[in-house]
């Protein structure tokens, strides 16, 4: 039975839903359930154990451009103008510093390989409908969440805690708050970014992000789009006045084929070079790349996800690895290799030499306006960062793993709200354009960046430079932890799938076994090398990226303690806490239950499912499981995952359904 075609019965016609958050009286359910499914609803509703949570309808989902645009908002922030001067330092080498940016492409793509295969397998669901019964993917918002958690099942809330707890405390938007805050200043004419101002402004953005995205989630979405678009755009712009500039000075650009040679781009490294600079130097180069897997953070939110996920994620990668490499070659041809390799702000000076040569601009002037284009770009990411971060921080709660203040799942709600209903006193009423935000994650979103923004610029507070070293730690420790320790435990989790004994994971994922393998091992690579090398000490590299104060060894130290911490967390959640008050020794179990819909496409005429609800239960129960409802039971072993990889019955039952890259 293909899981989008799901049966030939008509579908019933959608009505209103229920405002489980207001905790009014829903109407009957006209939503093509099944009477098991509304019977668990209603039940839900009246039990404090448990919360149902709605979703988005289908009119409101992420169309096929709207996630491009959201990828692209992601990636084209403030590393691709920042990263590139650290990269061309570390290396010496104009040539070399391409390489990189070819091979953090070639490392996007692999990474988009392995999120979209990982994104369209899991987490796993048995749906049942009398006698039709499908395993099938849920599509959930959460990304790594769901991936690391099905990867690694015990110790219980391991995987949860220490992926939550270190993406509670960096996840956020602080380094491009810093950037944000600086450059609006130097864009305004200030010389020089004061620390209170730089502080204040980077606040101000996170601020009217999470009110934003709390509002109103279609306007957040439509600002996120029109950034966007608006970011390719000035990335377009770019590299046609450097090529432009190249052109007119043809007579003074260095050849590019001789600085790819071998012999030019590794003329720096020798025997006695120490791998530390390299390693930071690829940490700089995952750093702009690291938002191919933002629509994985997103994915119960996007319309037909079979389909439009797939296709737009690579579709948006493409075009950052393409646009990425030609503005870094851009960037060769225009700024002189001894400028560059000496330490130079390459994107400013890029601009300057280029508006100067073409237009006729000023030094003051072109840097006023570069300041001013890369502020959009950290407002972009902030925006479209806040919106996905949040989201993510939201599926973590629903795990209980927060301290139930002031009451169980808080983190986790929703909530319908507008600017006309605070003003006057109203309730408002969803209606299809509405949808609930996340207000309690987007309110931990805002704290935790300010807490980072306020401890990164107090601790270098006294630095000539206090941005920029503030803004070059951020990154170093979001990219350590983020997008290399994560990665690499991704990458491991899918080798370990594909090639473990017994495993059946090559039945029920939709991606070549083969290229998901090459894909993996490429992932891992990248991420091992900085990994493992950032912390073996150079001499001559003291600091952080181009940080004047803060050591070498500062990101990797932090990212190391904020795992020990979430290691802690998880000691004190597991082992303590069920020993606090009324618990008695009793395990905590969390069982989330997602509730379909059936709708009919006009176009093909076929069944398929819409995820309309999610019922999450808590409850403090005995190991044994006997004070547990068999019920709860049943709907726990609906969505036991471990069946996916060690029951050859059902993964070939699976194996043999038409791929159908299609469900919403």
């Known amino acids: 039975m293909n899981e989008d075609t799901i049966t030939n019965q008509p579908a019933v016609p959608e009505a209103g839903r229920p405002n489980f958050e207001s905790g009014s009286q829903p109407q009957p359910w006209a939503l093509g359930l099944t009477a098991e499914e509304e019977e668990a609803l209603d039940r839900a509703k009246n039990d404090p154990d448990q919360k149902v949570f709605v979703g988005v309808r289908p009119l409101n989902k992420l169309g096929r451009f709207e996630v491009i645009l959201l990828i692209l908002n992601r990636c084209i922030g403030t590393g691709v103008f920042m990263s590139a001067s650290v990269i061309t330092q570390n290396t010496e080498s104009l040539g ?28 796993r669901f048995t749906w049942k409908d009398g006698g039709d019964e499908a395993e099938i993917c849920t599509f959930c918002n959460g990304g790594e969440l769901n991936y690391l958690t099905y990867m690694m099942k015990r110790p219980k809330f391991f995987a949860v805690c220490v992926f939550g707890i270190p993406f509670f405390i960096i996840g956020n938007t602080a380094a491009n708050s810093i950037n944000f805050g600086q450059n ?31 509002l109103s989630r279609t306007w957040g979405i439509r600002l996120n789009s029109f950034l966007g678009f608006s970011k390719a755009l000035i990335l377009f712009f770019l590299i046609i006045i450097g090529l432009a500039t190249a052109g007119v000075n043809s007579n003074k650009t260095p050849s590019l084929t001789n600085d790819l ?114 502020a959009v770009s950290s407002l972009g990411n902030i925006i479209v960062v806040t919106f996905t971060a949040s989201r993510v921080k939201q599926e973590i709660a629903k795990e209980n793993i927060l301290p139930p203040f002031p009451s169980r799942l808080f983190w986790a709600k929703s909530y319908y709200i507008s600017l006309r209903g605070l003003f006057r006193g109203q309730t408002i009423q969803p209606d299809n354009s509405t949808e609930s935000t996340p207000i309690p994650a987007l309110f931990l979103h805002w704290l935790f960046t300010t807490v980072l923004v306020i401890a990164a610029l107090v601790g270098v507070r006294s630095s000539e430079h206090a941005a920029r070293d503030a803004y070059f730690f951020v990154v170093s420790v979001y990219a350590y932890v983020l997008d290399v320790v994560f990665f690499a435990w991704v990458a491991l989790g899918v080798l370990y799938l594909r090639i473990s004994p017994g495993s059946l994971w090559y039945l029920i994922s939709p991606a070549n076994h083969w290229v998901s393998i090459i894909a993996a091992l490429i992932f891992l690579t990248g991420t091992a090398f900085p990994l493992i090398c950032m912390w073996i000490p150079d001499p001559a590299k003291k600091t952080l990226g181009q940080s004047d104060s803060t050591a070498w060894y500062t990101s990797q130290t932090v ?98 359904i038409p791929t159908v890259w299609e469900i919403r």
């Open 559 to 656: 990212g190391v303690a904020v795992f020990a911490f979430s290691i802690l967390y998880w000691v004190g959640f597991k082992y303590i806490v069920p020993h606090i008050g009324n618990h008695g020794g009793r395990e905590l179990c969390s069982i989330r239950t997602p509730v379909f819909r059936k709708e009919k496409d006009s176009n093909t005429n076929q069944y398929y499912l819409v995820r309309t609800y999610e019922i999450v239960k808590t409850y403090w129960g005995n190991s044994d499981r006997s004070d547990v409802d068999q019920t709860l039971i049943e709907r726990e072993k609906a969505m036991e995952t471990e069946h996916s990889t060690g029951d050859l019955r059902l993964a070939e039952r699976e194996s043999a």
């Open 96 to 123: 070399l510093s391409i390489i990189y940016w070819m091979c953090g492409s070639i490392f996007a793509l692999a990474g988009t390989y392995l999120y979209v295969e990982l994104g369209l397998t899991i987490p």
């Open 261 to 374: 040679s071998p012999p030019a781009a590794f003329r720096h490294v020798t025997p006695n070079s120490k791998p530390f600079k390299y390693a930071e130097a690829f940490l700089f180069v995952l750093f702009p790349f690291s938002g191919f897997h933002q629509a994985n953070y997103v994915l119960a939110e996007i319309d037909r996800p079979k389909t439009t996920f797939k296709r737009s994620t690579f579709t948006a990668i493409f075009i950052v690895c393409l646009m990425f490499t030609l503005l870094n070659i851009a960037y060769t041809l225009v700024v002189p290799e001894h400028e560059q390799t000496g330490g130079v702000d390459i994107g400013s000076r890029f601009f300057e030499i280029s508006t100067a040569t073409l237009f006729g601009t000023s030094s003051h002037q072109a840097g006023r306006a570069f300041a001013g284009l890369k």
């Open 184 to 214: 609006v200043l130097l864009a305004a004419g200030f010389s020089k970014a004061s620390y209170g101002s730089t502080l204040g402004l980077g606040i101000a953005a996170t601020l009217f992000a999470c009110i934003l995205h709390g």
